[in-house]
C-alpha cells in the first residue's frame, strides 16, 4: 500500500477529504484506514483545543495589560490628591502649635489639671502618733483563795501619745499568758486609760503558799513602752 502524506488545510487542522480518496482493496487494509482515522480525528481534536487555548490566553494577557496601566494610572493620580491635603494641612496647622507654645496657654491648662488631678486622687496619710508613757495599778496587790474559791485582781493603766492616730498594745501576765495585740485610738495628742481584770482559782495552786505574780502592759506600735505592776497570790487550800 502506497504511503499517503498528511496534508494540513489553512487553519492548522488535518485535512481528512485527502484521505477519503484511498480506496483499500483488503478487509486488512479496511482496517488500517480506519485506525489511521481515528488517530488522525483524536489529533485534530488534540491541535483544535491546545489551538484554542493558545488564543484564550493571548486575548486574556491582552486585557490585563489596558487594566494594570489603568489601575497604575488611578493609584498615582490617588497618590497625588492624597499628598497634595496632607501637606495643606500640615502647614495650616504649623502656625496654630507654633503660636500655642509661645504663648504657653496650651502646656499651662495641662500641668494644671494633671497637678489637680494628682492632689485629689491621693490622701495625704497622717503620721503615727509615739507613745510617750505609760503607767500600771492594781485595786489590791495580795489575795487569797481556798479550794474551790478564786481572786480577781483588777488592774488599771494609762497611754500617752503625743498625737492623733492609733496604737497597738498588750497585757502579759504570770501564768496568764498574753491577751494578744489590742488597738487604742487618740484623736488627738493625750492619755486614754485601760482596764484588764485576772483571776486565779485557790485550787489550782498548793496550800498555805504565796506566789508572785507580774503583770506587764506594753506598747507595740508604732513604739514600745512597757509597764510592770507586781503582785502576790496565795492560796490557803490544804
Given at each position: ?17 485527502s ?36 488564543k ?98 483588777n ?35 493625750g ?27 506594753e ?20
Open positions: 500500500m502506497p504511503k499517503q502524506k498528511t496534508k494540513f488545510n489553512s487553519s492548522g487542522f488535518i485535512n481528512l477529504k484521505i477519503s480518496k484511498f480506496k483499500p482493496k483488503t478487509k486488512k487494509q479496511l482496517g488500517i484506514l480506519l485506525i489511521a482515522v481515528l488517530l488522525l480525528a483524536s489529533l485534530s481534536v488534540v491541535l483544535y483545543n491546545q489551538h484554542t487555548t493558545n484564550t490566553n493571548t486575548l486574556t494577557a491582552s486585557s490585563v495589560e489596558p487594566t494594570s496601566s489603568a489601575q497604575s494610572t488611578t493609584n498615582s493620580s490617588a497618590q497625588n490628591q492624597t499628598s497634595t491635603p496632607t501637606n495643606s494641612s500640615s502647614t495650616g496647622t504649623t502656625q496654630p502649635k507654633t503660636s500655642g507654645s509661645s504663648g504657653g496657654a496650651a502646656s499651662t491648662p495641662s500641668s494644671s489639671s494633671s497637678s489637680d488631678g494628682q492632689s485629689g486622687g491621693s490622701t495625704p496619710t497622717p503620721p503615727s502618733p509615739t507613745v510617750t508613757a505609760e503607767t500600771l495599778g492594781v485595786d489590791h496587790t495580795s489575795g487569797s483563795a481556798s479550794c474551790g474559791q478564786s481572786y480577781t485582781y488592774f488599771s493603766g494609762t497611754i500617752t501619745a503625743n498625737g492623733p492616730g492609733t496604737i497597738t498594745y498588750h497585757w502579759f501576765a504570770t501564768d496568764k499568758g498574753d491577751s494578744g495585740p489590742l488597738s487604742l485610738t487618740f484623736s488627738a495628742a492619755t486614754l486609760g485601760v482596764t484588764k481584770s485576772l483571776t486565779y482559782n485557790g485550787s489550782d495552786y498548793g496550800g498555805g503558799q504565796s506566789y508572785p505574780m507580774t503583770m506587764r502592759l506598747s507595740l506600735t508604732p513604739n514600745s513602752v512597757s509597764k510592770l505592776q507586781n503582785f502576790d497570790f496565795t492560796s490557803t487550800c490544804i
